[in-house]
């Protein structure tokens, strides 16, 4: 699993690329823990393009953003999520807590809007 972090208009957009499965997420914990306790975090956004396996490691991870971002009180959201993806989310009825887009300029222009 690979995590590549950008930031645009002050949206901090992480894009993971692999499978968000146990063996693979201890990869990238320490990075994506520097990045939530970053001051200057107005938002999250989380890009599963890439993502081509979850388990529930993985949704473990993702309420741990939701948790920090919530704490943080930022707007948080998820975009491009795989059907795979989805129906594992949506298993765990995490899409009923968590903010989805299908793409990621959805995502921005909202948070834009809730920035303002």
């Known amino acids: 699993m690979e995590l590549t972090h950008r930031i645009e208009n002050d ?3 992480m894009s993971i690329e692999g ?7 201890q990869e990238i914990t320490i990075d994506t823990n520097k990045l939530l306790e970053d001051t200057n975090l107005k ?6 393009e890439k ?5 529930s490691f993985g949704t473990t991870m993702l309420i741990t953003f939701f948790k920090v971002s919530n704490e943080k009180q930022i707007p948080f959201a998820l975009c491009h999520l795989s ?4 129906d594992v989310i949506q298993l765990a009825q995490l899409h009923k807590l ?13 948070f834009q809007v809730q920035m303002t």
Do not use: F, G, P
């Not at 499978?19 to 997420?25: A, G």
């Not at 993502?51 to 388990?55: A, E, G, L, N, P």
């Not at 059907?83 to 989805?86: C, I, L, M, R, W």
């Open 19 to 25: 499978e968000m499965v146990w063996n693979k997420i």
């Open 83 to 86: 059907n795979n993806v989805y």
């Open 43 to 48: 938002a999250l956004l989380v890009n599963l």
């Open 11 to 13: 949206i901090h957009i």
């Open 98 to 110: 968590l903010t989805i887009y299908e793409k990621e300029q959805e995502a921005l222009a909202s």
């Open 51 to 55: 993502v081509t396996k979850i388990d």
